[in-house]
């Protein structure tokens, strides 16, 4: 079993940054793929950028490209998630996700889910 724990959320202009973290603990963390996603009111969870176990292989969303950065400390049990030039339709609750043994971007291949920080961007 892992835990994960997200911190970091908050209130943020618009063009403003915010750095998420997670936390893992349990069960190694070190060989697990982590994503993370988001869910905004009424609309299904999306992908927003995902890491492989070695940290050698990242995949950020289209809409996060450039903007975005997602980084893993495995001797730590961290990821991050920097976010930066925000827009108020990112406004969501986010969601940091253990994979044990597939590397992708759909929420159904992952094991482990946090409880997930708001992240509020204000126009």
């Known amino acids: 079993q892992v835990q994960l724990v997200e911190s970091g959320g908050g209130l943020v202009q618009a063009g403003g940054s915010l750095r998420l973290s997670c936390v893992a603990s349990?069960?190694?963390?070190?060989?697990?793929?982590m994503g993370w996603f988001r869910q905004a009111p009424g609309k299904e969870r999306e992908f927003v950028a995902r890491?492989?176990?070695?940290?050698?292989?990242?995949v950020y969303a289209d809409s996060v490209k450039g903007r975005f950065t997602i980084s893993r400390d495995s001797a730590k049990n961290m990821i991050y998630l920097e976010m930066n030039s925000l827009k108020p339709e990112e406004k969501a609750v986010y969601y940091c996700?253990?994979?044990?043994?597939?590397?992708?971007?759909?929420?159904?291949?992952?094991?482990?889910w946090g409880q997930g920080t708001q992240v509020t961007v204000s126009s």
């Open positions: 890491i492989s176990w070695t940290g050698g292989t990242i």
């Open positions: 349990g069960r190694p963390f070190s060989t697990y793929n």
């Open positions: 996700a253990a994979a044990t043994q597939y590397y992708t971007s759909l929420p159904s291949a992952y094991d482990y």
